[in-house]
Structure formats: structure tokens, C-alpha cells
């Protein structure tokens, strides 16, 4: 790509170049505005259906998905931070 604008701005097609540079870089972009994007809907979406008082059902629900990293922090998010775990303790005999 960097070679063809270049090569365009060489020949004295500067819009050319400039228009083929724009492609390149907006390409590279798009995805990860889209990524952003999707976490942006779903981190909201959690929200609101905590807000909706149904964030038990929502974190069951996460809890029987296939553990991804994704779900892993989706429940981290969720799981209230005043929720105890019980503690293992010091098992002697």
C-alpha cells in the first residue's frame, strides 16, 4: 500500500495517493471501531439488565456458556464485588 501512494504521488496523482493512503488506514481502523463498538453494546446491555434487577438470571445464564475470555470477563463484570466467596480453609489431620 505504501509503495502504491508512492508511486501515485511520484507520477503526480497526489489525490490518487491520498485516496488510496485514506483506503488503507480506514481499512486498518474498521475493525477495531467495530470491536469497540460491540463491547460498548454489550458492557451497556449488561448494565440495563442489571438496572432491570435481573442480573442473577443474566449471570446464571453466562455461568452455563462456554467459558471464553469474553464470558469470563462479562461475569467478572457482573458478579457483585460484595458478594462473599466462601474461603477454602486449612485442611490438618
Known amino acids: 500500500m505504501t ?11 497526489v489525490g490518487f495517493g491520498a485516496a488510496i493512503g485514506a483506503i488503507g488506514a480506514f481499512s486498518y481502523a474498521l475493525p477495531r471501531w467495530e470491536r469497540r463498538w460491540h463491547d460498548l453494546l454489550v458492557r451497556n446491555g449488561d448494565e440495563g439488565v442489571v438496572r432491570a434487577g435481573l442480573g442473577d438470571g443474566l449471570v446464571d445464564f453466562l455461568r452455563a456458556c462456554p467459558g471464553t475470555n469474553t464470558t469470563r470477563a462479562r461475569l467478572h463484570a457482573l458478579v457483585a464485588t460484595d458478594r462473599k466467596r466462601p474461603a477454602l480453609g486449612l485442611v490438618t489431620r
Request: net charge neutral; charged share 0%; no cysteine.
Open 3 to 13: 509503495m502504491a501512494v508512492v508511486q501515485a504521488v511520484h507520477a503526480g496523482q
